[in-house]
């Protein structure tokens, strides 16, 4: 990386979608300096100023130009820096689009259903809920055999951009397994997702940025506890 | 394109997301054959077998691979066949970031805000959703002048990726025009959305695979009888 650039990445140290960034960053080496948004406070000058049409981290600012969207931000990083570090998307072009269709399946369809079951007061639509997320994952054990062909992540010997896509919400599900006994990984099921999934927590890279799962699920009961009491009094 | 290539393209005629990838194809001078789905029947064998995810046209078939949606379809042809013809995708990574946001926001919240605001039967939510569509428009226009840098089109000189993304729906929103009178375009509001509109639609490529207005309106119209006549029987 040039010495005049410069990188900074606004974020919250929670989310999974600024973890897919912290992770591709860290891929290609780039250093850069991290600005936490406090997102439970009003949202900063900055973030209002950077990404006014969805006021949502991460940002990605390079050289003063930002770069929204966590997906959008890591194939930036990926062509901006394509000859540091390896290839976050695949080589050819048949396996780039299978790596974006799923990577849009799991941010536009399965993971939506599935806060959609974690947050729902009837027993009867988290029923429903948890049956399409297993659904969901079936479909996903599928893709990662098929994009994997026998090696360990979905972008085959290393980390990729499925891989960041989908393994950027594990931190999530094992804190809501912890807290609430919510169990959306069976390994009966989905053997292959399961497997893939301790391998990509105990990746040096994604261990080096990924938020620890008792400080994240410490938060969550917080931030339940909150939301649920501020519910009430109003 | 090599000799034994096979390339097929599963669509229907009206559909705005399956223009995309005609423009895209034509653009890159790729014979195909197209293969017309009923969706208004049972939908065919193919099309479940090919898209088991999300059912729906455009699939591309390229030597018996399926590709599906519709942006993601794009990229693949741009990369697929990046000798032949435009690149379709901006070179500068910066300006493919601005690209890929404002079409996933096109595809994401601008278009179904629309369709919403088009269907509801409430005059308020109408309303409310037709300020939305415009505020987005606003939000488009500024977009243009940054992504085309006083070009005729968002991708510069020749029609690029978000002309294909956000021009795909014009001929519906003329139809809309002319069968309900809903305006969606305003020149005194966006003078470069406009423009851009009319320089989209007389562009050769464009005009060479583009579904005709009158068709569509007719076809919009005969739609909405008939669905009209279902509800009420129901």
Chains 1, 2 share one sequence.
Not at 160 to 178: N, P, Q, T
Request: hydrophobic residues 40%; aromatic residues 12%; contains cysteine.
């Amino acid at each position: 990386m040039g010495e005049t650039e410069e990188v900074k990445l606004l974020g919250t140290w929670y989310s999974p979608v600024v973890l897919r960034v912290k992770i591709a960053l860290r891929l290609k080496s780039i250093n850069y300096d991290y600005i936490e948004e406090d997102l439970f406070g009003s949202k900063s000058e900055l973030l209002l100023k950077l990404n006014p049409v969805y006021k949502k981290v991460p940002v990605l600012i390079h050289n003063n130009k930002p770069v929204s969207e966590s997906l959008n931000i890591v194939e930036y990083i990926d062509e901006t820096w394509n000859s540091s570090g390896p290839s976050i998307l695949p080589y050819h072009p048949y396996d780039r689009a299978l790596a974006r269709f799923w990577s849009a399946f799991v941010d536009d369809k399965w993971f939506p259903t599935l806060i959609a079951a974690t947050v729902t007061k009837s027993e009867e639509a988290k029923a429903k809920g948890m049956k399409e997320v297993g659904e969901g994952l079936l479909l996903l054990e599928d893709a990662f055999v098929s994009m994997s062909k026998g090696k360990p992540f979905f972008g085959g010997e290393a980390v990729g951009f499925m891989d960041i896509c989908l393994g950027s919400f594990l931190v999530f599900l094992k804190a809501r397994e912890r807290l609430k006994g919510e169990k959306f990984l069976d390994e009966s099921k989905t053997p292959c997702i399961c497997k893939w999934a301790d391998e990509f927590l105990s990746n040096d890279t994604v261990k080096n940025v990924v938020p620890q799962i008792d400080k994240v699920t410490k938060f969550i009961g917080e931030f339940e506890a909150k939301t649920q009491s501020t519910a009430s009094k109003s």
